[in-house]
């Protein structure tokens, strides 16, 4: 029932079944919608329909999901304008990049709980800097972490609600190739118009290509928002997608298979129109055992630790990725309870030095 509900094309076959059935148990349903960040699309969708008794839980999210991400949009679009006049540019990512784009027609549709930034390489410090200005804290950054990790966490205070930003400098973790293909994500940016202003924007096929990338590295859990993400950008921008330079960029960062697992689930799933997936392989018949729909659908946590480093290693387009995450994930786990093993981190300046010498 929740699959059905979750997606803004209500098709008319879904709603008949719907409006049939009996005994659902929208409770159980709404907890669901919850969990999976979709509370406000679902009511909404359960009002089209007729149904009298939505359950109040996701009346009450709808509206602060609607109330958090305008004033999130709202500081976004004061961020980016004033990194514009320092001459930097900031790509939104994920949650406030589709809600900037219109791709949900109503901002409670879809909840987010944070706001990300893509900076390029050389203004980092600089915007950074300026979100210190802004009245943002940083959370635990120091520039060593630029080797290991992808973003460094900010908040600041409005009132009795605290705004969280993620300014990166790639678009997730782990060990893809992204610097050629980030490049490009700048150089084809263009502007999304909002009621309260302009972001710049990414092109709808790096914007489905980022949030194909977003799921795999959350190991397609924790949140179904993200797999409805997929296949409404797949839908509105159909025509739009340059669908061999989306598959063309997922080979080059080595991201082919996770790109392809998590995409083949939205079509499962939703229905999602995806061009050139290549037919299922032996690696995507044992992830689907780790990371299975039921996961995805039901927002569950992240697995153990063995099982999270086995996805991983299926996933990557080369295996020695999926290992050196592996390790790098062993470093820091043992680092948190206070085992120096600092040795097994591999930085991407060091796979970078080792590929160029091989």
Same mark, same amino acid.
């Given at each position: 029932m929740l699959l059905r509900l979750a997606r803004q094309d209500l098709r008319e076959e879904d709603a008949r079944l719907l409006r049939a059935q009996s005994g659902i148990d929208w409770d159980k349903v709404a907890g669901l919608a919850l969990r999976g960040g979709i509370a406000g699309l679902v009511k909404s969708n359960l009002r089209q329909l007729g149904i009298r008794d939505v359950p109040r839980p996701l009346a009450v999210a709808?509206?602060?999901?609607? !109330?958090?991400?305008?004033?999130?949009?709202?500081?976004?679009?004061?961020?980016?304008?004033?990194?514009?006049?320092?001459? !930097?540019?900031? #790509?939104?990512?994920?949650?406030?990049?589709?809600? !900037?784009?219109? #791709?949900?027609?109503?901002?409670?549709?879809?909840?987010?709980?944070?706001?990300?930034?893509?900076?390029?390489?050389?203004r980092f410090e600089q915007v950074l800097g300026m979100l210190r200005d802004r009245g943002f804290v940083q959370t635990e950054y120091f520039a060593a972490q630029r080797a290991f990790y992808h973003h460094v966490g900010l908040v600041k205070a409005v009132g009795n609600r605290q705004l969280m930003f993620e300014l990166h400098w790639q678009p997730t973790h782990g060990f893809y190739a992204y610097s050629e293909v980030v490049a490009g994500w700048f150089s084809r940016s263009g502007r999304a118009s909002t009621p309260d202003g302009e972001l710049p924007s990414l092109s709808p096929t790096d914007l489905l290509l980022s949030v194909g990338l977003h799921l795999a590295t959350h190991r397609f859990r924790n949140a179904l928002k993200w797999l409805v993400d997929i296949a409404e950008i797949s839908r509105r921008w159909q025509a739009e997608i340059d669908w061999r330079q989306l598959w063309g960029d997922a080979r080059r960062l080595g991201a082919a298979n996770a790109l392809t697992f998590g995409f083949r689930m939205a079509v499962r799933l939703l229905d999602a129109p995806i061009n050139g997936l290549p037919s299922p392989g032996l690696r995507e018949r044992l992830g689907r055992r780790l990371s299975p729909d039921t996961a995805l659908v039901r927002s569950e946590p992240q697995p153990d630790n063995l099982s999270r480093g086995l996805i991983h290693f299926l996933l990557y387009d080369d295996s020695r990725d999926g290992i050196r995450l592996l390790m790098h994930k062993t470093a820091e786990i043992a680092e948190r309870r206070h085992i120096n093993l600092r040795f097994l981190r591999w930085s991407r300046q060091r796979i970078a030095d080792k590929d160029e010498k091989s």
């Open positions: 709808s509206l602060r999901t609607e !109330a958090e991400n305008r004033m999130l949009l709202r500081e976004t679009i004061a961020v980016c304008t004033q990194a514009s006049a320092l001459g !930097a540019l900031l #790509l939104p990512l994920k949650g406030i990049a589709l809600v !900037a784009s219109g #791709l949900y027609s109503h901002p409670s549709f879809r909840s987010m709980c944070d706001v990300d930034l893509l900076c390029q390489q050389d």
